[in-house]
C-alpha cells in the first residue's frame, strides 16, 4: 500500500514538472498552431482595445461591386471616432467560439465594450449541426481554460466530435424530424421535416407554371436554415448565456447584435409563416437579454433583398449599403445604449 | 470507440474497476455490456449482424457436439455455420467488388447492365467472422468442447480489447481464460499500462505523424520527386506497422489489465531475414489462423513442391482478399506468395548462409532483413494503393521524377521518432515491452514512462488517423 501510495505521489509530481515543461517550452507554439484563433484574443488587449466586435464571415465579406469594402466593424469604427475599435472574425463561428475567444483575452486589458454577432441562423439545426463542427471544435480545445498539458492531451486524444460531413447530416435531420413546430394558429406541418419534405414533393413553381428545381432548392435551404424555434435548452442560448456571464465578471459592457436576414426573399420564397418565425425568435433573443441587461441591436429586417450578394443560399454577406445600415445601427446602440456594466 | 480517445481512456478504467468490484460470476455479463458498448460507439446497428454471426456458430458448436457420434452430421453442422458465416461476410465485404466487376465485364461485352450495391463494411467484420469460425472449427476437430453458456460464448467473440482488429483469438486461449477467476495482480496492472503507453506512443506519435506524410505524397504522387516517393513507401511501412502494432500492443494491455493474456501479434516483423519470417512476426494471429484451418488441411508443406506452391499461393491470394475487397489487396497477396515460392527455390538451389556457420552469417542476415524490408516495402505499395491505375502512378514516380517535383518536407522530430521505433524493435526483438521493463533499472524505468508521456501527450498527431486494419 505504501508502495502504491509512492508511486501516485511520483506520478503526480512528474505530471505537474511535466506540465511546467511543456507550459515554458511549448505551449504558446501549439496554441499558434492548433488555436490560431487565440492570436486574434491577444492582439485585442495588446492594441489596447476599447472596443472588440466579434463577427464572422459577416464581418468582412463584400461584394466585387461595393466600393467601399470595409469591414463592418471598421464602419463602426468610423461612427466611433472616441474609442479604439478592433474585431475578431472567425469564418463560420457561434456564440461558443466567441465565449472562447472572449474568455481567452488577457485580464489585463482596456476593453469597455464588446458586440457580439448573433446570427439567427447558428440557432439552427443546420448550423449546429454543420460539417464544420470538427475543424471548429478542433480549434477550441486547448483554449477551453484547462492547464497547458490537459489541454494538448485532450487534442491528442481527441476530445472533440469527429464526425463525416454525412454523420453531421444525419445529426441535422433528425433534428427537423424530432423538433416541433408550434405555431399560434393551424399549420399543416408539425416539424421542419414535414415543411421540406412539402416544398421538395409540391415544388416551386416558375412564371410558366413549370417546376424550378433551382428555386425548389433554394426555398428548402431557408426552410432549413429558419424553420425552427429557439427554446432556453437551445445550445446556443446556453452559450450566449455564459458570454453575459464572463462580460459580468469582467466588467465588459455587451451588446449582441442580431444580423440583418433576407426575409423579403423568405416573404417571396415560403410565405409569412417562415417571416413569423424569425420575427418570433428574434423576440425571444430580445426578451432573453434585454432581461440580463445586454444591449440586442435588432437588425433583422434592416437590410432589402438587393443588399445581398448571396442568390443561391441564404447567408448574411451584404453590399456595402447592407453593413453601412448595420453599422450605422450597431454605433447608435452603442453611443446610447446603457449596455450592462 | 476507438482506444486513442478520450472515450476510451474514461471507459477502460471503469470497465477495469467495475471488473475487479463484482463477483466473477457476474463479471461475464459486465464485460458482454461493455463490449457491446465498445462496438455499439460506431454504428450501433451493425451489432446485430455480430448477434446473427454469434447465434449461428453458438448453435452449430452445440450440434456438433450433440451429434458427435455421427461424423456425417457433425460436418454437416460444420459446413452450415461456416457457409453462414462466410455468407455474411461475402455480403458485407465482398458482394460490392463482385457486382461491380460484372457490371464492368458485362459492359465489356456490350450488355447493358446496371446494378450496385453500396453496403457500408461494419467494423472489424473479417476479425470476428475469423475468430468465431476458428471456434466452430476447433469444436469440429474435437480441440474445444462446446460452450454450452451462451453468454460466455458470445463474450469470446466481442471481447473489447481484440473485437474490431484482433489478435484473431483461438477459443482454447481466450474462451478458456474467461471461464477462469481472476483475482487482482498489480503486476498485472503495472505491466497492462505499460503496454498500453508503448502502444499509445507508437501509434500516436510515430504512425500517426507518419500518416501525414505519405497521405501527402500518395494523394499526389506526380507533385513529389522520386526520393521522396521512395520515402513516403518507405514511411508507410513503419506507419502501417506502427498503427497495428500500436493497436494490437494496447488491445494486449487492455486484457491484461484484468488479466487476461491474449495472443502476441507481432514480433519485430522489419527483422526478418526472408519473406517466410516475415510471415511469422507479422500478424501472427492471421498467418497461424490460414495456416492451421487452410494451409495445413491443403497438405502443407509435406506434398509435392507444385503442390506445395499452390497451397501457398491459395493461401497468400486469401490472405490478400481477407484484407479487402480490391484487386489491389489480391495483387498484394498473390507477389509475397510468389515471392514466397521463389525464395524457396533460390534457397534450395543455392542454399544460404544466413542461418549457417558461415563466418560472415550477419552480414549475410543484414543483407537478408534489408532485402525483405525493400521487398515487403514495395509491395506496401500494392497495399496503400486506392487502385491499379494508382499503383502504376506510383511506381513511375518513384521511377523516373529523379529531379524533377519538390522535396517531401519531413519534421526532425519525425525523423528521431522514427529512429527510437527502430532501435525499439532491435531491442525489443522477441520480448514484449512490458517484461523487457521488468529489467530496466526503477529510476531509467520512471524517466522512460515520463518521456513516453510527454512525447504521447506533446508530439501526437493531432489529425485523425483511423486505425487502418478497422477497413478490413
Same mark, same amino acid.
Given at each position: ?100 475567444? $472572449? ?50 492531451? $485532450? ?50 413553381? &416558375? ?7 433551382? $428555386? ?55 410565405? &409569412? ?10 423576440? *425571444? ?32 454577406? *451584404? ?23 | ?14 470497465? /477495469?474497476? =467495475? ?25 450501433? #446497428? ?12 453458438? !448453435? ?11 461424423? #456425417? ?15 455474411? =461476410? ?26 450496385? /450495391? ?63 477467476? #481472476? ?70 494491455? !487492455? ?12 514480433? !519485430?516483423?522489419?527483422? !526478418? ?139 526532425? #522530430? ?59
Amino acid at each position: 500500500m505504501k508502495r502504491l501510495l509512492l508511486s501516485i505521489v511520483a506520478a503526480a509530481a512528474v505530471l505537474v514538472l511535466m506540465n511546467w515543461v511543456y507550459a515554458r517550452w511549448f505551449y504558446r507554439a501549439d496554441l499558434l498552431t492548433h488555436s490560431d484563433i487565440v492570436e486574434a484574443s491577444w492582439q485585442a488587449a495588446t492594441d489596447s482595445l476599447e472596443l472588440v466586435y466579434l463577427g464572422e464571415s459577416s464581418n468582412k465579406t463584400y461584394g466585387y461591386t461595393d466600393t467601399d469594402q470595409r469591414k463592418i466593424s471598421e464602419m463602426v469604427a468610423e461612427r466611433l471616432p472616441e474609442m479604439r475599435c478592433g474585431d475578431i472574425t472567425k469564418e463560420a463561428s457561434h456564440a461558443e467560439v466567441y465565449y472562447y475567444l $472572449l474568455k481567452n483575452i488577457p485580464k489585463d486589458n482596456d476593453i469597455k465594450t464588446v458586440v457580439v454577432t448573433m446570427n439567427l441562423r447558428s440557432f439552427g439545426a443546420n448550423w449546429i449541426y454543420s460539417s464544420l463542427e470538427t475543424a471548429l471544435q478542433k480549434k477550441l480545445v486547448m483554449i477551453k481554460g484547462y492547464p497547458p498539458l490537459m489541454g494538448r492531451a $485532450l487534442l491528442a486524444f481527441k476530445a472533440y466530435p469527429i464526425r463525416t460531413k454525412d454523420e453531421w447530416g444525419r445529426l441535422a435531420r433528425r433534428s427537423w424530424e424530432k423538433t416541433p413546430l408550434v405555431f399560434p394558429y393551424d399549420f399543416p406541418y408539425k416539424t421542419t421535416a414535414d415543411w421540406n419534405r412539402a416544398v421538395a414533393y409540391e415544388g416551386v413553381k &416558375d412564371s410558366l407554371g413549370q417546376r424550378d428545381q433551382a $428555386l425548389t432548392e433554394l426555398t428548402a435551404h431557408f426552410i432549413k436554415n429558419y424553420g425552427f424555434q429557439i427554446h432556453d435548452d437551445n445550445p446556443r442560448v446556453r452559450d450566449f448565456d455564459r458570454i453575459v456571464k464572463l462580460a459580468k465578471q469582467r466588467g465588459w459592457r455587451l451588446a449582441f447584435n442580431i444580423m440583418a436576414e433576407n426575409t423579403d426573399r423568405a416573404q417571396e420564397l415560403v410565405g &409569412d409563416d417562415l417571416v413569423f418565425l424569425m420575427r418570433q425568435n428574434v423576440t *425571444y433573443l430580445k426578451h432573453r437579454y434585454e432581461a440580463m441587461g445586454v444591449v440586442v441591436i435588432d437588425n433583422l429586417e434592416a437590410v432589402r433583398d438587393r443588399d445581398f450578394i448571396d442568390r443561391e443560399w441564404p447567408t448574411e454577406h *451584404y453590399y456595402q449599403t447592407g453593413r453601412q445600415t448595420i453599422a450605422r445601427n450597431v454605433a447608435e446602440a452603442i453611443k446610447k445604449g446603457d449596455a450592462m456594466k | 470507440m476507438v482506444f486513442n480517445s478520450i472515450e476510451y481512456l474514461i471507459f477502460l478504467p471503469l470497465v /477495469v474497476l =467495475l471488473y475487479y468490484l463484482i463477483p466473477h460470476r457476474y463479471r461475464w455479463f459486465m464485460l458482454l455490456a461493455a463490449s457491446c458498448l465498445f462496438y455499439m460507439w460506431f454504428v450501433p #446497428k451493425y451489432i446485430l449482424i455480430l448477434l446473427v454471426t454469434i447465434v449461428i456458430d453458438y !448453435s452449430a458448436g452445440l450440434l456438433m457436439e450433440r451429434d458427435a457420434d455421427s461424423p #456425417k452430421k457433425k460436418k454437416t453442422w460444420m459446413v452450415i455455420s461456416v457457409v453462414s458465416t462466410l455468407s455474411v =461476410l461475402f455480403v458485407f465485404k465482398y458482394l460490392g467488388f463482385v457486382n461491380d466487376n460484372f457490371v464492368k465485364l458485362c459492359q465489356s461485352l456490350g450488355l447493358n447492365v446496371r446494378t450496385s /450495391v453500396n453496403l457500408i463494411l461494419p467494423i472489424g467484420l473479417s476479425f470476428h467472422t475469423f475468430q468465431s469460425m476458428s471456434y466452430v472449427i476447433e469444436v469440429y476437430r474435437g480441440h474445444q468442447k462446446a460452450e454450452r453458456h451462451f453468454g460466455y460464448y458470445a463474450l469470446y467473440v466481442m471481447f473489447f480489447p481484440q473485437l474490431v482488429t484482433g489478435p484473431i483469438e483461438r477459443p482454447g486461449n481466450l474462451l478458456r481464460q474467461l471461464h477462469e477467476e #481472476k483475482r487482482f495482480d498489480g503486476h498485472n496492472l503495472v505491466r497492462g499500462l505499460r503496454l498500453i503507453l508503448f502502444g499509445f506512443f507508437i501509434k500516436m506519435v510515430v504512425a500517426d505523424n507518419l500518416g501525414a506524410c505519405v497521405d501527402a505524397v500518395y494523394e499526389h504522387p506526380e507533385q513529389y520527386n522520386a526520393w521522396s516517393v521512395w520515402l513516403a513507401m518507405v514511411f508507410y511501412s513503419f506507419q502501417i506497422y506502427g498503427d497495428f502494432f500500436g493497436y494490437s500492443t494496447i488491445a494486449l494491455g !487492455s486484457a491484461l489489465l484484468m488479466g487476461y493474456e491474449i495472443s502476441d501479434n507481432f514480433r !519485430s516483423p522489419y527483422l !526478418s531475414k526472408n519473406i517466410g519470417e516475415f510471415w511469422h512476426r507479422w500478424h501472427i494471429s492471421l498467418s497461424t489462423w490460414f495456416r492451421d484451418y487452410v494451409y495445413i488441411p491443403m497438405g502443407g508443406s509435406r506434398v509435392k513442391f507444385g503442390r506445395w506452391a499452390y497451397n501457398i499461393m491459395v493461401v497468400f491470394v486469401l490472405s490478400g482478399l481477407w484484407h479487402g475487397a480490391n484487386w489491389t489487396f489480391l495483387l498484394w497477396g498473390f507477389a509475397h506468395g510468389l515471392l514466397h515460392i521463389l525464395e524457396k527455390v533460390l534457397y534450395k538451389a543455392a542454399g544460404t548462409a544466413e542461418d549457417g556457420r558461415h563466418r560472415f552469417r550477419w552480414c549475410f542476415q543484414l543483407l537478408g532483413m534489408a532485402r525483405t524490408f525493400l521487398l515487403v516495402t514495395l509491395f506496401w505499395v500494392f497495399f496503400r494503393a486506392t487502385d491499379i491505375g494508382h499503383i502504376k502512378t506510383i511506381f513511375t514516380a518513384a521511377f523516373t521524377q529523379f529531379g524533377e517535383g519538390q522535396p517531401l518536407a519531413v519534421d526532425p #522530430k519525425l525523423w528521431a521518432f522514427l529512429a527510437l521505433f527502430i532501435v525499439s524493435d532491435f531491442v525489443l526483438k522477441d520480448r514484449r515491452f512490458d517484461r523487457w521493463c521488468d529489467h530496466v533499472p526503477v529510476v531509467l524505468r520512471w524517466l522512460l514512462y515520463a518521456v513516453l508521456v510527454f512525447c504521447t501527450i506533446v508530439f501526437s498527431s493531432v489529425n485523425n488517423f483511423p486505425f487502418i486494419y478497422f477497413q478490413f
